[in-house]
C-alpha cells in the first residue's frame, strides 16, 4: 500500500527565505505526483503535477522536482512571501489516474 | 462557468437522516472522486467513478453510496447520517493528463 509522508509538518520563515518542502512515498510505481496548497477553510489548488517520465516542473517561484527511483519529490518555493502562508499536500498517483494517495501536508508560515 | 462545482458549501442535518452532497464538472473529465478530509487523518478516498456507470470504492466507503448516470455528475448520499460523517468533503475531478481538480468542498456536521 502506498504511503507518504511529509517532512517537516510545520514551517516558520521570514519574508525572502527560499525553502525546501519534502514529500516521500514508498511505492516507487507511480503514475504522477501532484503539489498543492490549501488554505484555511479552503479547497485544494492545484500547484505542479509532474509526470512519472518527468523529473521537474516550474510555475513561477515554485519548483518541484521528481525522483522516483528514490521515492521523493521537493517543492522549492524561492523567495517566499506572505501571501504563501498555507498548507502544502503532495499526492501521488499510482493507478493510471485511478486515484491519489495524500500526504499529511506541511503548515508553512512566511512571517512578514 | 467552467469549472468544477460542489453544492451545497455548508450543511447542518440531523443524525439518522439522508443527506445528499452534489458535484458537477464542466470539462467532460472521465474521472470523478470523493474525499473526506479530517484532523489527523488528512484526504481520504470515499469512492471514485471512471466514467458513467461506473463506480468503485475507495479507502472509507461505508455508510456512503455514489451514482453517475451521466458524466458531469457525481453526488454522494449519506443514506443515514452518523456523527461520525461530520467532515468536509471534497469532489475532485481528473482529465487527460491524470492531474486532479478539486472543488471547493462541502463543510457537513450531523448533530
Known amino acids: 500500500k502506498q504511503e507518504v509522508t511529509q517532512i517537516p509538518a510545520a514551517l516558520s520563515v521570514p519574508e525572502g527565505e527560499n525553502l525546501v518542502l519534502n514529500c516521500s512515498f514508498t511505492d516507487s510505481a507511480i503514475y504522477n505526483l501532484q503539489w498543492f496548497r490549501q488554505d484555511p477553510g479552503k479547497g485544494l489548488t492545484s500547484l505542479l503535477l509532474?509526470?512519472?517520465?518527468?523529473r521537474e516542473q516550474t510555475s513561477g517561484r515554485l519548483n518541484a522536482s521528481l525522483d522516483k527511483s528514490s521515492g521523493r519529490s521537493t517543492l522549492y518555493i524561492a523567495a517566499s512571501q506572505p501571501g504563501d502562508s498555507a498548507t502544502y499536500l503532495c499526492?501521488?498517483?499510482?493507478?493510471?489516474?485511478?486515484?491519489?494517495?495524500f500526504g499529511p501536508g506541511t503548515r508553512l508560515s512566511v512571517l512578514p | 462557468d467552467a469549472g468544477i462545482t460542489q453544492s451545497p458549501r455548508y450543511k447542518i442535518t440531523e443524525t439518522g437522516r439522508q443527506v445528499t452532497l452534489m458535484c458537477h464538472q464542466t470539462w467532460s473529465h472521465s474521472y470523478m472522486f470523493w474525499y473526506r478530509q479530517d484532523l489527523g487523518h488528512g484526504l481520504r478516498l470515499i469512492y471514485y467513478?471512471?466514467?458513467?456507470?461506473?463506480?468503485d470504492k475507495g479507502e472509507v466507503p461505508d455508510g456512503y453510496v455514489v451514482s453517475r448516470s451521466k458524466t458531469e455528475n457525481f453526488p454522494l448520499t449519506l443514506e443515514s447520517a452518523t456523527r461520525s460523517q461530520t467532515s468536509v468533503y471534497f469532489c475532485?475531478?481528473?482529465?487527460?493528463?491524470?492531474?486532479?481538480?478539486f472543488g471547493s468542498g462541502t463543510r457537513l456536521t450531523v448533530v
Open positions: 467513478s471512471a466514467a458513467a456507470d461506473i463506480t
Open positions: 499526492a501521488v498517483c499510482d493507478n493510471y489516474g485511478q486515484n491519489f494517495v
Open positions: 475532485a475531478s481528473s482529465g487527460e493528463n491524470y492531474g486532479y481538480t
Open positions: 509532474i509526470q512519472s517520465s518527468q
